[in-house]
């Protein structure tokens, strides 16, 4: 990967298409089991179509000068289910339910047997990818904590042991993406802070063994709610500072809406950390000003070569003007704080 300064990248997702997705229907739930009534295009045509989906957002992050690109999730319902739902042990038919973090009900995936990976799931996704850029490209897949919490089981009766086989399933999937020419990739644990007791039992066993023997950058991202549910985020994790403890590289966090205590960087001496600094829950594009001053406020607690720039997460749910708009902000953003460090 090329090195550069403060370099930006995007948390994984991007808006999808409207040709391709019905986005009125996906920003209604965030689904855990298929959904595949939420595609406009038919089940035929729909690997071509999301193929120029991806494209299209890639051109977007290039063209807006950012550093680190994904395939914006253009392929993915939501985050998690693209991945937990084609895993072995799952009941495809029979969903489970369960309570989400807003305690309402949510059909997630239902564990009736060993849970294990049967096939890659994101390997052709990621060799498109990188047929498709040359700059540094990073992968995205759920967490095992993150997943053994979205699911209803009814097979292991022990969190913990549901979450050292997921580990183990996306162990297998990463090591896959990082052949297929993954330069980064990321798990993504939001619901460490959604439990957080739950997660200081096992969360990070789980997290390490499914990083274990993983030779590529790995980053992992934890959310506070997407902007487009979640009205009033609060300004501190519940579940952060531990992570210091685990084999990961970089860990990806929101403070831009949330207005972060930034100070908790310094709790991390031995990663680098990626910051959110575009305010999503803002409908309007963030000034190169107030990005400059995220930034700034930041690096009052981290060394710059230990800083990436990043919006808080949802961009999937933005118009994709006003995402493009935000990312074009993001990169100019960093070019202003880069000249200060004779960059």
């Known amino acids: ?38 595609w406009r295009v038919s089940a035929d045509q729909l690997q071509q179509s999301q193929d120029e989906g991806v494209r299209l957002a890639v051109g977007d992050m290039e063209a807006a000068g950012i550093d680190i690109v994904t395939d914006g999730e253009i392929r993915r319902e939501s985050y998690s289910n693209y991945f937990a ?18 305690g309402q009900q949510a059909a997630v995936p239902r564990v009736v047997g060993p849970v294990s990976r049967p096939r890659p799931v994101g390997t052709r996704d990621i060799t498109f990818l990188r047929s498709v850029t040359t700059k540094t490209i ?29 580990a183990d399933a996306v162990n297998l999937e990463l090591r896959e993406l990082v052949a297929a020419g993954a330069d980064i990739v ?59 403890g685990c084999t990961v590289q970089q860990i990806s966090i929101e403070a831009a809406e949330a207005r972060l205590d930034l100070s908790v960087l310094e709790q991390f001496p031995t990663k680098t950390m990626i910051v959110g600094v575009l305010d999503l829950a803002d409908p309007d594009v963030d000034s190169v000003e107030s990005i400059v001053e995220r930034t700034r406020a930041a690096l009052e607690w981290i060394d710059p070569e230990r800083l990436v720039l990043a919006p808080d997460c949802g961009m999937k749910y933005l118009p994709r003007q006003t995402a493009f708009g935000k990312l074009t902000a993001l990169a100019e953003a960093a070019r202003v704080v880069r000249s200060e460090f004779g960059e």
Do not use: N
Not at 139 to 163: C, E, K
Not at 205 to 229: F, P
């Open 85 to 102: 739902t084609t895993l072995d042990g799952i009941d495809g038919e029979r969903p489970g339910s369960i309570a989400t973090r807003s």
């Open 138 to 166: 990073k992968a995205t897949v759920p967490g095992p904590f993150t997943m053994s919490q979205q699911a209803q089981d009814d097979y292991y009766g022990d969190a913990r042991a549901l979450a050292l086989d997921l």
């Open 186 to 244: 990321q798990l993504d644990e939001p619901w460490v802070t959604a439990r957080p007791e739950q997660a200081r039992e096992f969360a990070i066993e789980a997290i390490d063994r499914a990083l274990d023997g993983i030779e590529a950058v790995t980053a992992l991202h934890l959310c506070l709610g997407y902007a487009a549910a979640v009205r009033s985020k609060p300004s501190a994790y519940p579940y952060l500072a531990e992570l210091e």
């Open 1 to 38: 990967m090329k090195s550069v300064l403060l370099p930006t990248t995007v948390v994984g997702s991007y808006p999808q298409p409207v040709w391709l997705i019905d986005r009125d229907a996906l920003g209604a739930k965030v689904p855990r089991i298929r959904a595949p009534e939420l």
